[in-house]
């Protein structure tokens, strides 16, 4: 052989190399991996102390992790799963197709399938453990648009019907259809997980597990080995969130989570990484997080060709090409690929000298090989004190040949002509004549078939079916009337922050013998902010190692504890895992039976904005507890300025239908709204969650004024009624949250120094009020011959007399939209624009949301109405001391 290639950089031979390869061998095999791998640490170590400056690399070679003399046996028939398999792949196919023909554009996708099909199926044949009364089950996160494909599985299992597989992505046909994704909130009966908004999904899966940790650690479940599986594309991993929580995972020991990444190289507009390797690139940050890494690269057809390359040839090459190449490798012919590939050195060329270019082309990716699938996954299941993720290569769009098999375009593959379709149903062996099959009709072999009976058997013994949601839960029982009612009695002057007040009220929760072991407190580091720092030592902070060294304020009293039992998941600074954890602790209802009722508690501003998109999926989930925006109001939250002072989360509340939305200013209003949250979401069993505003400025809290339970959970109730409801000029006047005490101080300046008679409102709920207004003009306009409802706010205001101002520490939209339901004009204050840095007083003048504005707003509407000399509107401004231009505070 050329010498020239036996030489290495550096004027290495090849002969010392083989000498310490050789020598690694005989240790290998007299004393085993773990000596092998101790001497090669210790010679890295050596290295190091000898000045030689090693790379720091975190991968392994291109090549599988288990090699395949260390392949377990594979336990299945794997003919019989093939074809099961390819019965799969041909209706996920035509549940695309279809839906296609009969309305171009409804979508779906065929490829992401097609890629994961071997992935998925040897889960279910072999590992997904449904959930039963026995065991816990497992918890499997499918990838979004693998959906078809899982659709078409439950179709084979006779858990679907033809007629739903004809609706897919057609919800609105009559008998129902199936949504184009996992969505809970639609499919409520199989669906569990939300997952198609991408990179939300590993982080819950993270979250999940260790919440699963939580509650046996709590004593709240069995401990069991039920793992939590996340599937993936290797382009989702791009997104923040997917390894945004990859190290808390590895901390936790999460054994019991698993990730599987479809490694088809592509997303949806090109490769992954043209000029690099997604693999390596997810494996270098996996493991440096601390995670077992096993990659499914290659098929068992490269085997007999990696045992003949003893000079370790084959794998220097696998690991030179990137992923632009690769994929161009998929779709080329034997020839090629011989070419290409192996071509780059004789010696290579000759390892696959015998074999033909067919056999070439036919070379299988790991991800395709069900027993590559296998040994990783059971390695996976067998891992102790590590997550593991799987990094499985595939082709997208697997077995459609011209019709997209790994080209750019296949993601949006969802029409095939009649040539495609009948060479997929050839290469897949569906037994569908050449007419037939060009009407891509879905394909189930009889019920006593060897493969519905071979897939139910394995379904069978893995407990039951896959997805599977049901509520396992019992509803709880107490009214907690005792709990809430010291609350309504006020505070007796003292003055209390609305923050503080739930803190009192957590506390008191927290214990009640029926809901208090049930209560999840979850902050993201601002549990001082708070002043929830009492319970930490009361309940303690959770640490599934419990505490290991003695925290430097033990001699104090509230001490921060740490304990294997501790209650409250202290996440440090992560709103989105702090959502997770809040989503886990929310749906175990679902998932574990268990009625977990989660109070997340976090600075407003960083909510509804930083996380929206996972609240979406809360909602999507069915998700129950409360969200509390601490530090909440725009002008309420002093100094901290524009990125901190919240005035939007009401308005961006809005859109997520099954949130209810408070923003109350006195504890009686909490308490209220607490109680009755409970018992909707734990009693009666709603699919609600609540977002409830508290703030930070004290001040004495009043008792609750008669029974106004009601409008406090409509929306709005009349606080207090003028002093002089004889006086010719009257007004109402409407406050939220902390502005309220700003509009009872207008009331009382109207009435002295200018003989207004206001009566005022607190609005508990825009968005009640707003859904309701829109309720009932909606049952109105369908039965016009019925007695026409009339809306809450409506129904509040016929009687009430004079000119009507609202006032918020949030956005002016907020009471503008529900002033067509009001007898008269609104006029609306709040809190648009940027906030500053500032004192409460001085935001308050800067937003014109304080008693002064409120005040001119009402004397300017009695003006417009032709009820006030516009000289007593002049004296007014002046004499409150408001500069008439200033800036506008919605654009300054
Ligand atoms: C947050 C988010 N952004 C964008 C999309 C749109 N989208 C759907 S699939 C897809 C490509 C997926 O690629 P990959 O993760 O590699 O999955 P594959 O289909 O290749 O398995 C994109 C961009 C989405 N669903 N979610
Ligand atoms: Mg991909």
Redesign the pocket.
């Known amino acids: 052989m050329d010498n020239e290639l036996k030489t290495q950089p550096h004027g290495i031979h090849d002969v010392e190399i083989q000498e310490w390869l050789e020598s690694l061998d005989s240790v290998l095999e007299s004393s085993g991996p773990e000596v092998a791998a101790e001497i090669l640490e210790r010679l890295r170590a050596h290295a190091t102390v000898n000045g030689i400056d090693l790379p720091f690399s975190a991968n392994t070679p291109y090549a599988n992790t288990i090699p395949a003399r260390l392949e377990p046996l594979f336990p299945g028939d794997q003919e019989l799963e093939r074809r099961i398999k390819s019965l799969i792949r041909w209706n996920a196919l035509a549940m695309v197709v279809r839906a296609n023909r009969v309305e171009h554009n409804i979508g779906g996708h065929i490829s992401?399938y097609a890629?994961?099909a071997t992935l998925y199926e040897v889960g279910f044949n072999h590992f997904f453990r449904a959930r039963s009364e026995e065991f816990e089950g497992d918890t499997v996160y499918f990838?979004?648009?693998a959906s078809p494909g899982i659709y078409a599985r439950a179709y084979l299992e006779g858990r679907i019907s033809a007629q739903k597989l004809e609706n897919f992505r057609r919800e609105l046909k009559p008998g129902g259809g199936l949504s184009s994704y996992p969505h809970p909130w639609l499919m409520p009966d199989f669906w569990e997980f939300p997952t198609?908004?991408?990179?939300l999904s590993p982080l819950m899966a993270i979250y999940q597990a260790r919440f699963n940790r939580y509650l046996e650690d709590r004593g709240m479940k069995p401990v069991t080995d039920a793992k939590v599986w996340a599937f993936?594309?290797?382009?989702?991993t791009d997104?923040p969130e997917s390894l945004g929580a990859i190290t808390l995972a590895s901390r936790e020991k999460l054994d019991n989570v698993i990730f599987v990444v479809?490694c088809?190289l592509?997303?949806?507009d090109g490769p992954?990484r043209g000029n690099g390797q997604i693999i390596q690139e997810l494996e270098s940050a996996f493991r440096g997080a601390g995670w077992n890494v096993i990659k499914v690269l290659w098929g068992s057809e490269w085997d007999p060709i990696l045992e003949r390359d003893t000079d370790g040839l084959l794998v220097k090459r696998m690991g030179e090409l990137v992923d632009g190449e690769y994929q161009k490798l998929v779709v080329s012919s034997g020839a090629y690929v011989r070419e290409h590939f192996f071509g780059s050195d004789p010696r290579l060329l000759q390892l696959v000298e015998p074999m033909s270019d067919e056999s070439l082309r036919r070379l299988r990716l790991g991800g395709h090989d069900p027993r590559k699938v296998y040994a990783a996954y059971k390695a996976a299941v067998e891992q102790k004190g590590k997550p593991t993720v799987i990094l499985a290569r595939t082709i997208?769009g697997y077995g459609l040949g011209e019709a997209g098999e790994g080209k750019n375009v296949t993601?949006q593959q969802k029409k095939l002509n009649e040539d495609e379709l009948r060479e997929f149903r050839s290469r897949f062996g569906i037994p569908l004549n050449d007419e037939d099959c060009i009407e891509v009709p879905f394909y189930r072999p009889a019920e006593d078939s060897v493969e519905i009976q071979y897939l139910r058997a394995r379904r069978e013994a893995l407990g039951g079916y896959v997805p599977t949601r049901s509520i396992r839960s019992k509803p709880i029982v107490a009214d907690h009337d005792e709990l809430f009612k010291e609350f309504h009695e006020g505070s007796e002057g003292r003055e209390v922050s609305t923050t503080m007040a739930f803190v009192q009220m957590l506390r008191k929760m927290l214990k009640d013998p029926e809901i208090g072991k049930l209560i999840v407190p979850i902050v993201p580091d601002e549990a001082r902010t708070f002043g929830m720092e009492s319970l930490f030592r009361t309940v303690g902070i959770y640490s599934s190692i419990g505490q290991k060294y003695e925290p430097v304020d033990v001699n104090t009293l509230l001490y921060y504890k740490e304990a294997k039992d501790g209650q409250i998941l202290e996440e440090g600074i992560t709103e989105a895992g702090s959502m997770a954890s809040f989503i886990a602790a929310g749906s175990a209802y679902a998932t574990h039976g268990i009625n977990t009722i989660p109070f997340f508690i976090y600075y407003s501003m960083f909510g509804f904005q930083r996380i929206g998109d996972f609240i979406w999926a809360a909602a999507d989930m069915r998700t129950r507890g409360f969200m509390l925006g601490g530090t909440a109001g725009r002008t309420t939250l002093s100094g901290e300025g524009l990125q901190h002072q919240d005035g939007n989360s009401h308005v961006l509340v809005l859109p997520v239908p099954n949130v209810k939305a408070y923003d109350p200013a006195f504890a009686f209003e909490l308490a209220v709204i607490l109680q009755d949250g409970i018992r909707r979401m734990y009693k009666d069993g709603e699919s609600v969650f609540y977002y409830l505003t508290v703030m930070n400025e004290p001040y004495a809290m009043p008792a609750m004024p008669g029974d106004v339970k009601e409008g406090i959970l409509k929306g709005m109730y009349r606080f207090r009624r003028a002093a002089n409801g004889k006086s010719k000029l009257r007004a109402q006047l409407f406050g939220s949250g902390a502005i309220l005490n700003e509009t009872l101080r207008a009331q009382e300046i109207l009435e002295t120094k200018y003989g207004v008679a206001a009566d005022v409102w607190s609005v508990t709920s825009y968005k009640e009020l707003y859904n309701d207004g829109n309720e009932t003009e909606r049952w109105n306009r369908l039965h016009p011959g019925e007695k026409p409802r009339v809306p809450y706010v409506w129904q509040c205001l016929a009687d009430a007399p004079g000119v009507l101002v609202a006032a918020s520490d949030y956005l002016k939209t907020l009471p503008n939209m529900i002033s067509k339901w009001m007898p008269r004009r609104l006029a609306s204050l709040g809190t648009d624009g940027f906030g500053r840095s500032e004192g409460r007083t001085s935001l308050r003048d800067f937003f014109e949301v304080d008693a002064r504005f409120i005040t001119v707003a009402t004397l300017h509407e009695l003006f417009a109405d032709g009820k006030l000399e516009r000289s007593v509107l002049d004296k007014a401004i002046k004499e409150l001391g408001i500069n008439a231009d200033k800036p506008n505070p919605v654009i300054s």
């Open positions: 992401t890629s994961a990838q979004g648009h198609v908004s991408m990179g993936l594309g290797d382009g989702e997104e479809n088809n592509q997303r949806l992954v997208k993601h």
